[in-house]
């Protein structure tokens, strides 16, 4: 599976984006995706993950009330929508694809075959 990621820029504090992951050479129909960050300096950390048929989401505390994951399978895409931006949310965001049939609910880094190159999310306060 190939992944590309936009979306990302510069936004103020409080602000929102939208982020974009368009999926192509793969089972996309049949994988989890995620989305993961990692700011400078940091370890890559999980975001938001959606199950193949969308019925099940999880979100990292961090984020729960402010960031929704949504997936369009008729276009091999999957989204992120982020509200109310805060500087901690500062980061390069990721999109990942599980193996086939798998489901996390809490992926660390390593149970994702499948990455994008990132979209770089800045946040100013």
């Known amino acids: 599976v190939q992944l590309v990621e936009s979306g990302g820029g510069l936004v103020q504090a409080g602000g929102s984006l939208r982020l974009a992951c368009a999926a192509s050479?793969?089972?996309?129909?049949?994988?989890?995706m995620a989305w993961f960050r990692q700011a400078p300096g940091q370890e890559r950390e999980f975001v938001a993950i959606i199950k193949r048929d969308g019925t099940w989401l999880n979100y990292a505390d961090s984020v729960k009330g402010r960031f929704t994951i949504s997936r369009d399978n008729a276009n091999n895409a999957v989204y992120l929508r982020m509200n109310n931006l805060k500087p901690e949310d500062t980061a390069v965001y990721y999109c990942?694809?599980?193996?086939?049939?798998?489901?996390?609910?809490?992926?660390?880094?390593?149970?994702?075959?499948?990455w994008g190159k990132g979209t770089l999310v800045t946040v100013s306060s």
């Open positions: 050479g793969g089972a996309f129909s049949t994988s989890s």
């Open positions: 990942a694809a599980s193996r086939p049939l798998y489901y996390y609910s809490h992926p660390t880094p390593g149970d994702m075959p499948h």
